[in-house]
């Protein structure tokens, strides 16, 4: 069972134990880990990540650590892949009220699965989608 969609600041800071990670998601995060159920990332995660690599903004080996854990048995991430259904759902993300196309497709893979996102971000949090932080 998928529990909620970590935006990719969330997965990031919970693999690298980042204190950015507030208490809430980070507990979370765990106890879907403890009780064997799944926090998804949107393939659109990876894609930043592999960007924000090149800009030397993240870690260097970010993106390598990321796909090792989704290729681990029995890890407890799941990719979600962005495709027609989250396309779909993107057009209820009202694009005023979250303008960057990556966050708005996480939020949109929230809402497709019908799971909360897991976010800092003040604009997905101000959205219609149930966030946790």
Known sequence: MIRAVADTHAI????????????????T???????G????ISSIS??????LVEKN???????DRVVAELNTAGTSLREVNLDQQVADKLRQIDRA???DMP???????????GVPAISRDRKIQASAITTIW
């Open 12 to 27: 990031l800071w919970y693999l690298y134990n980042d204190p950015r990670l507030s208490a809430t998601a980070g507990s």
């Open 57 to 63: 903004r993240i870690a260097s080996d970010a993106f």
């Open 29 to 35: 995060m765990d106890s879907a880990v403890q009780a």
């Open 46 to 51: 990876l894609v930043e990540i592999a960007y």
């Open 37 to 40: 159920d799944e926090i998804a």
């Open 103 to 113: 966050d708005r497709i996480i939020a949109a893979t929230a809402l497709m699965l």
């Open 97 to 99: 009220q979250v303008p």
